[in-house]
């Protein structure tokens, strides 16, 4: 039997194959090409991309490399801190070859590498809404942080900053210092038993108890007296993120696969559903008595109920904010504040003399009690400390956004379409910046603040800087100075034989496998 066909059929099926032909081939090879050249007639080059995958392949085989060699502290003490190099080899082995601003491709994006200081300070400082987050992060991300502040761009990220940011400044944060400590004691006195149980001392290894400790003051910040809903919601966002990044690099090649049913994208697929419809449940209750008393609940959450309450937004976008924001405070300050506690510890075990004189601070100042704003304003050692690991392990290695314009900084011309990366961990340790010692612990580099510590203080970025700087900023310095004076109070440490230094990229740059120190109790 022979197939008959409609002519007309025909005409308009081959008219649809030959637009979607002539897409995909502008995607995957005009565009990238076209953003290259431009860039390359500047003098900005990079590596050779292969067609789709970009140059995926070499940052695999760069991060494989140092997995396979891990340093344990026995063989060698941890006193050179080049995280930037173990993290991102491939950004250090191309910044030698092509210069401090090059280009790669992951996929079909192209992405500049921006180490020059003037251009780094123009563009984390530009306040134009053309310079937007990526929208890559959008797809990476997207069920983890959906379209809350940390994804957005333009007017909507503009309106969703102006009502939460008031919710975290330090006068909101010091409404919170008795929770955080609440927090903190728990922590405290859950490493005591273990000691006992021990007979004096114990092999701890520190980062569950702090993702634990920063999990309960976010939950309570976020959740209020929702808290043990609000802890269930986070365990799943947890396993969420666990997923997302074994995709990360994958997630890149342009075509279906983040579409596809694979395993880990409907586990990926049932976590959102599920934490969409927590937040939502604990929304509807929130709502019942809600007459009842007005003023019951004064949380974060509240607060974005009632912004989404009086803004024109329609219900199934109000549903949208809520859930989004929610997500992101969570993802933005959990991991981040736990993962710079267990690098500040790695670093005072493995500095005695830093470690002693900032207990003898903290006794000082707190004589033994929970320290309130006056007593952590006054501790300056223990300040210096945390800048010191913020610059050497800064957990949030990359500062990236996009050009959603033609933009021009300096005499840089980015084209629409190219992601920019600013990178903390590389200029953080950059010898020109820092000096010839940069790549050791000093914390003494920070006693006159950030612009005492090197010449161009804008290249000290742990927390981002600008229009976009973190939101959770005097939160997160809070926590840690609570959590790390009470730890300095009670208990002395060092490194323990089973811990390996190995700092890693997932989506945040943490000890592969974790850090196990030696606890005595004082
Ligand atoms: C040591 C802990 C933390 C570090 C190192 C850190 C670092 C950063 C960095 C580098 C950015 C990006 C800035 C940019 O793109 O210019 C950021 C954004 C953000 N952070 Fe944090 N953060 C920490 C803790 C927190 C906490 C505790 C919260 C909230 C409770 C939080 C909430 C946010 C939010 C909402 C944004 C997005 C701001 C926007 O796009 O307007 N962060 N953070």
Redesign the pocket.
Known sequence: MVLQFDPKFLTSFALVVSMVLFMLYNDLVVKPKRLRSKLSNQGINGPTPSFMIGNIWEIKKAKELITTTPKSPNLEPVDVHDCASLSFPFIETWKQKYGKVFTFSIGNTQILVVNKPEIVRDI?TCKSLDLG?PSYEKKTLGPLLGQ???TSNGTK?AN??KI?APE?YMEKVKGMMTMIGECATSLVNSWDDIIKENGGSANIKVDEYFREF?GDV?SR?CFGSNYSKGKQIFSKLEALQEILSKNSLVIWIPGIIKYLPTRNNREAWKLEKDVKNCILEVVRDRKKYANDDNNKFKDLLQMVLEAAKNSNLSEGVIENFIVDNCK??YV???E??A??AAWCLMLLASNQEWQDLVRAEALQICNGKIPDSTMLSKMKQLTMVIHET?RLY???PV???EALKDMKFGDLNVPKGVLIWAM?LTSHTDPDIWGSDAYKFKPERFANGVSGACKLPHMY?????????????D???T??KILLSLILSNFSFSLSPEYIHSPSLKLLVEPQYGVNLLVKKL
């Open positions: 984390i987050r809350g502040i940390a990220w969703q900053r939460l975290l920063s976010i910040a992101t405070i933005a300050g959990y981040t504040t993962i710079t913020l800064s957990p949030i500062i990236s956004r903390p970025m742990p927390f981002g800087m600008g229009p976009r700087v973190c939101l959770g900023r939160l997160a310095m926590e840690l």
